[in-house]
């Protein structure tokens, strides 16, 4: 993946978002504020980009974000309703109107039988709800899963800012 790919995603992005008067919140955990730092590259990306949380920690997650301990008890940090709560969270604690959130198992270890290695989580909330809601399983190094899972995540929401509907 080029760094070229990414970077004409955000160009893109940032001009949908212009375009609807949107600013966009972002709520890393396996990414570790990648998202960010791509989203941030590019020039005058104040006018679109609100702010980001690295919670990596489930203690950042309940403090920063309001997600619940009894859903991280219950299904674990990398799961979709923890990823749902953050990408709530990360809307209610900001000033944007679309928040992308990012939750998963990077590697190299971590990984179970239900949730090995490369299992990413992704949502997307706006106006007060969850839009979208996915999983993936990316193989390769912890590098690979980080970077996979940012292209797929920016892609994502990408393609709803697009979207009339939203």
Sequence with gaps: MTQ????????????????????????????????????????????????????????????????????????????????????????????AQIALSITGIAGPSGGSIEKPVGTVFFAIAHQNKIIFNASKVFPGSRENIRESSCLFALNQVLALTLNPQV
């Design 4 to 95: 070229t790919m990414i970077q004409d995603i955000c160009l893109e992005l940032g001009n949908a978002l212009t375009k609807k008067k949107f600013r966009i919140a972002l709520a890393e955990s396996c990414t570790g504020g990648l998202v960010c730092q791509h989203l941030t590259n590019i020039p005058g990306s104040s006018v679109w980009f609100d702010r980001g949380f690295v919670t990596y920690s489930n203690e950042s997650k309940i403090e920063l974000l309001k997600v619940s301990q009894d859903t991280l008890l219950k299904f674990g940090a990398a799961s979709k309703e923890v990823a749902s709560e953050m990408a709530l969270g990360a809307l209610n604690e900001s000033h």
